[in-house]
Structure formats: structure tokens, C-alpha cells
């Protein structure tokens, strides 16, 4: 818990989300919110508690703001390529590698069925 409260302000938090990235890939983006520097410098100015990152997007652009905007690493996420049945999101993350990567927090999706 006490891990947890480093990332609140008066008990509250506000965290920009970049992983959907893998999961809606570029389609549902433009050319700037697409661009990792760009998000994480929003992240930065804004003032946000936290910015989730795939593992990816956290093994390149993270170093750079690794003091300013604490990570939330996802450890599992899923592509918006032709649906199953059920949703598949597999972990593709673990928590050892997101606290070498010095991630404040993880962030893992259930979905109702997988």
C-alpha cells in the first residue's frame, strides 16, 4: 500500500493511459498521440500521477522520464485483430521485468470470459 500512495495527490489520482496502443493499434489514432515523446511530455507537463506503457513502449521511451512521470507497466494485453469467441489478453509482462524496467505500479485487464 505504502507503494501505492506515492503515486496519489489528496488521495486522488489521474494516470494517462498509453497502452491501448497495442490493443487498438494506430487506427484510432493521429499522428501525434501515436508518438510515445509526445505522450509522455503531456504525462510530464500535466502533472499526471502515473502514464501506463505496454513493456515495449517502456523499454524505449520510459528512461527519459523515469523521474518525472512514475510508470504503471501493463503485463498483459490484447490486439484488436479478428475476435474469438472470448476475449484472449495474455500476459506478456512479468512483475519481476516491470520492477527492473522501475515501474511504480502494474496494471493487469480481466475480461469477463478468458
Not at 42 to 50: Q, R, T, V
Not at 64 to 71: F, M
Amino acid at each position: 500500500m505504502h507503494k501505492l500512495k506515492e503515486l496519489l495527490f489528496h488521495n486522488k489520482a489521474l494516470f494517462l493511459a498509453l497502452d491501448h496502443g497495442l490493443e487498438h493499434g494506430p487506427k484510432d489514432f493521429n499522428l501525434k498521440t501515436i508518438d510515445p515523446e509526445y505522450v509522455l511530455d503531456i504525462a510530464d507537463k500535466g502533472k499526471f500521477n502515473g502514464i501506463v506503457l505496454q513493456k515495449g513502449l517502456a523499454e524505449k521511451y520510459h528512461e527519459n522520464y523515469r523521474y518525472k512521470v512514475p510508470l504503471i507497466l501493463k503485463l498483459n494485453g490484447k490486439t484488436s485483430m479478428p475476435n474469438c469467441v472470448q476475449p484472449y489478453s495474455p500476459q506478456n509482462c512479468s512483475v519481476n521485468r516491470a520492477v527492473k524496467l522501475g515501474a511504480d505500479a502494474v496494471g493487469y485487464t480481466i475480461y469477463i470470459g478468458s
